[in-house]
């Protein structure tokens, strides 16, 4: 994708405020932004990175998109963003139009020699420790452009204790001119001793209408997708009214390729919540033999929402993330044990405890299934 002559902030209108609130003359050394997965916190913190670099002399019209700086880091090329991202995560980063050439970056965001083949696809989802060992080495050199230096981790919990420690020290003694980005969907795995030297900013998720409104503006860059209005507002449900994973699958679905993990996993939490909704009556190991290839965070997440909405409609609230499904719940909640319900939330919790090392996904599945059966019995 070529890159883009923009004149406003590409970032989501419920971040509006939170960017506002940044105080670009008396910026901290180290920010961490945190909030649920999928609501624009990455192309939020891109172009913060690149309002931080900007070398336009009006402060408040950064990014100007216009400056030499702006332009090298359009094209993936400032010399002074260090993006540590895993592979799965690169395409999400600002590239030229000759990505697939041999072009050396001097950034280090595209050190991909070293993956060969033989790597494995639990290690893409990793960050890697050489890259993180050497960026954070290269800090103790001044910036290249002599001004900020940019320093973007995401998902920080995908950091291994050992790179951890290598940030942890030198966010203890701040480089100068360095601003550390970091982001994490889950601010309880980060390390407090990270946490607490970073200036915290919660990105809020947007309400319905205006997610709904956003994601409908961004089909069009979609070209060729016809999706009906009502799939889209299910999609959108289903993922927990968050827009750009919303987008992501809209993306991945309509590119048609089975072997896109998220196409996978959607279509096994749409089983997973087809199997859930028959209460008592779930076919368990069934549901478990159809999803378990799924990416086990996903379908916890899926049953986390459907249960979090049945504990709200059995205490006379409405549904958060399945209001379509409001007849199904309220029916559900007339057997549903309350007790065997909340016990079976903590389960649910302690299981995405590990979900990032998960032992036996089918087995696990198939005992929250189980257990998940028990609820409704009398
Ligand atoms: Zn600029």
Same mark, same amino acid.
């Given at each position: 994708?070529?890159?883009?002559?923009?004149?406003?902030l590409n970032i989501a209108?419920?971040l509006r405020p939170l960017w506002d609130a940044l105080d670009f003359a008396n910026f901290p050394n180290a920010i961490l932004l945190?909030?649920?997965?999928?609501?624009?916190k990455?192309a939020f913190s891109i172009e913060l990175a690149k309002a931080l670099l900007c070398?336009?002399?009006?402060r408040l019209t950064k990014p100007?998109?216009?400056?030499?700086?702006?332009?090298?880091?359009?094209?993936?090329?400032?010399?002074?963003?260090?993006?540590?991202?895993?592979?799965?995560?690169?395409?999400?980063?600002?590239?030229?139009?000759?990505?697939?050439?041999?072009?050396?970056?001097?950034?280090?965001?595209?050190?991909?020699?070293?993956?060969?083949?033989?790597?494995?696809?639990?290690?893409?989802?990793?960050?890697?420790?050489?890259?993180?060992?050497?960026?954070?080495?290269?800090?103790? +050199?001044?910036?290249?452009?002599?001004?900020n230096?940019v320093?973007?981790?995401?998902?920080?919990?995908?950091?291994?204790?050992?790179?951890?420690?290598?940030?942890?020290?030198?966010?203890?003694?701040?480089?100068?001119?360095?601003i550390f980005l970091?982001l994490?969907?889950?601010?309880?795995?980060?390390?407090?001793?990270?946490?607490?030297?970073c200036r915290l900013l919660t990105a809020p998720?947007?309400?319905?209408?205006?997610?709904?409104?956003?994601?409908?503006?961004?089909?069009?860059?979609?070209?060729?997708?016809?999706?009906?209005?009502?799939? +889209?507002?299910?999609?959108?449900?289903?993922?927990?009214?968050?827009?750009?994973?919303?987008?992501?699958?809209?993306?991945?679905?309509?590119?048609?390729?089975?072997?896109?993990?998220?196409?996978?996993?959607?279509?096994?939490?749409?089983?997973?919540?087809?199997?859930?909704?028959?209460?008592?009556?779930?076919?368990?190991?069934?549901?478990?033999?159809?999803?378990?290839?799924?990416?086990?965070?996903?379908?916890?997440?899926?049953?986390?929402?459907?249960?979090?909405?049945?504990?709200?409609?059995?205490?006379?609230?409405?549904?958060?993330?399945?209001?379509?499904?409001?007849?199904?719940?309220?029916?559900?909640?007339?057997?549903?044990?309350?007790?065997?319900?909340?016990?079976?939330?903590?389960?649910?919790?302690?299981?995405?405890?590990?979900?990032?090392?998960?032992?036996?996904?089918?087995?696990?599945?198939?005992?929250?299934?189980?257990?998940?059966?028990?609820?409704?019995?009398?």
């Amino acid at each position: 994708m070529p890159p883009v002559e923009r004149s406003e902030l590409n970032i989501a209108p419920w971040l509006r405020p939170l960017w506002d609130a940044l105080d670009f003359a008396n910026f901290p050394n180290a920010i961490l932004l945190h909030g649920q997965a999928g609501i624009g916190k990455f192309a939020f913190s891109i172009e913060l990175a690149k309002a931080l670099l900007c070398e336009s002399s009006d402060r408040l019209t950064k990014p100007c998109d216009h400056c030499e700086a702006c332009h090298w880091f359009n094209t993936g090329n400032h010399p002074d963003f260090i993006a540590l991202v895993p592979e799965t995560h690169r395409k999400l980063l600002p590239h030229g139009d000759y990505e697939s050439d041999e072009t050396p970056k001097k950034g280090k965001t595209a050190r991909e020699d070293s993956d060969g083949d033989g790597a494995e696809k639990k290690e893409k989802k990793n960050i890697s420790i050489e890259e993180t060992r050497s960026a954070i080495e290269g800090l103790s +050199i001044g910036s290249h452009r002599g001004g900020n230096r940019v320093i973007l981790i995401y998902p920080l919990e995908m950091l291994r204790s050992d790179s951890a420690n290598t940030l942890l020290k030198s966010l203890e003694e701040p480089p100068a001119n360095t601003i550390f980005l970091l982001l994490a969907d889950r601010v309880d795995r980060v390390l407090p001793t990270i946490r607490s030297r970073c200036r915290l900013l919660t990105a809020p998720r947007p309400n319905r209408t205006q997610g709904l409104a956003w994601l409908k503006s961004q089909l069009p860059l979609i070209a060729g997708l016809q999706a009906k209005e009502g799939d +889209i507002e299910t999609i959108y449900d289903e993922q927990g009214g968050a827009p750009y994973s919303v987008l992501d699958s809209l993306r991945a679905r309509h590119n048609k390729d089975d072997k896109d993990e998220l196409t996978i996993s959607i279509a096994a939490s749409r089983y997973l919540l087809q199997s859930m909704a028959q209460g008592g009556r779930i076919a368990w190991l069934d549901a478990a033999e159809k999803t378990h290839k799924a990416q086990f965070s996903f379908l916890l997440a899926t049953m986390q929402r459907w249960v979090s909405d049945l504990l709200l409609v059995t205490q006379s609230g409405t549904p958060r993330y399945y209001p379509k499904h409001i007849g199904t719940l309220q029916g559900l909640s007339q057997t549903a044990q309350l007790p065997k319900l909340l016990h079976f939330w903590k389960s649910l919790v302690q299981a995405r405890r590990t979900e990032n090392h998960p032992l036996a996904n089918r087995i696990q599945l198939e005992a929250l299934l189980a257990q998940y059966q028990q609820i409704f019995e009398t």
